[in-house]
């Protein structure tokens, strides 16, 4: 059975950092797709930052510069970085496995405050 649980996310200042990370259980880590999402009150699902086995990386221009996404094959954990943030970045944070099919964290908030 997949399962993935987040965990880092809290209330911080515009300008500060966090690290968010993604644990999963029951995957072939290692050759899935990792990424990262989020979603504010009143608007759909977007993608932040996602990794695929290889290791290359695509993100989100609105956090480009800002966030890095990353992952630790042997803990199958992948974090998400975030510095400068900003209110906007406010949401809902969620973490997807796609391998054949594509698996969801029960998402972590975020709320940056001005």
């Known amino acids: 059975q997949v399962q993935l649980v987040e965990s880092g996310g809290g209330l911080v200042q515009a300008g500060g950092s966090l690290r968010l990370s993604c644990a999963a259980s029951?995957?072939?880590?290692?050759?899935?797709?990792m990424g990262w999402y989020r979603q504010a009150p009143g608007k759909q699902r977007e993608l932040v930052a996602i990794?695929?086995?290889?290791?290359?990386?695509n993100y989100a221009d609105s956090v480009k510069g800002r966030f890095t996404i990353s992952r630790d094959n042997a803990k199958k954990t992948v974090y998400l970085q975030m510095n400068s943030l900003k209110p906007e970045d406010t949401a809902v944070y969620y973490c997807k496995y796609s391998r054949y099919a594509d698996y969801w964290g029960q998402g972590t908030q975020v709320t940056v405050s001005s």
């Open positions: 029951g995957v072939i880590f290692s050759t899935g797709v």
């Open positions: 990794m695929i086995s290889g290791g290359d990386t």
